[in-house]
Nanobody, 125 residues
Framework: VQLQASGGGLVQSGGSLRLSCVAS????????MGWFRQAPGMEREGVSC????????YYADSVKGRFTISRDNAKTTVTLHMNNLKPEDTAVYYC???????????????????WGQGTQVTVSS
């Protein structure tokens, strides 16, 4: 599976950004897809994930109520809508996918074997 992420950028605190990730390759549409982020000197943090079987969505406590994850009907593109961004959201964001359900990903993003190149999100105060 190959993943291509896009949509990062620089935004002021309180602003919004939308990240998109396109998955291609065998079984891409049958896997759960999620986003994790990594700030300099910090561990990877699972941000959000969407299961493929029942479309159940998962969010880190730090982004609940501000971020929304969605997927297109073909289930090959996942979008992360980020609202009310805060400086602490600044990080490189990566999309990831795997046959494992989202619970595994949110516990530890390293549980997912496939991820794309990152996209930088910078929120200025």
């Amino acid at each position: 599976v190959q993943l291509q992420a896009s949509g990062g950028g620089l935004v002021q605190s309180g602003g919004s950004l939308r990240l998109s990730c396109v998955a291609s390759g065998r079984a891409a549409s049958r896997y759960a897809m999620g986003w994790f982020r990594q700030a300099p000197g910090m561990e990877r943090e699972g941000v959000s994930c969407l299961n493929n079987n029942d479309d159940s969505a998962y969010y880190a406590d730090s982004v609940k109520g501000r971020f929304t994850i969605s997927r297109d009907n073909a289930k090959t593109t996942v979008t992360l809508h980020m609202n009310n961004l805060k400086p602490e959201d600044t990080a490189v964001y990566y999309c990831a996918t795997d046959r494992l359900q989202c619970g595994w990903f949110m516990r530890d993003p390293y549980n997912y074997d496939h991820w794309g190149q990152g996209t930088q999100v910078t929120v200025s105060s």
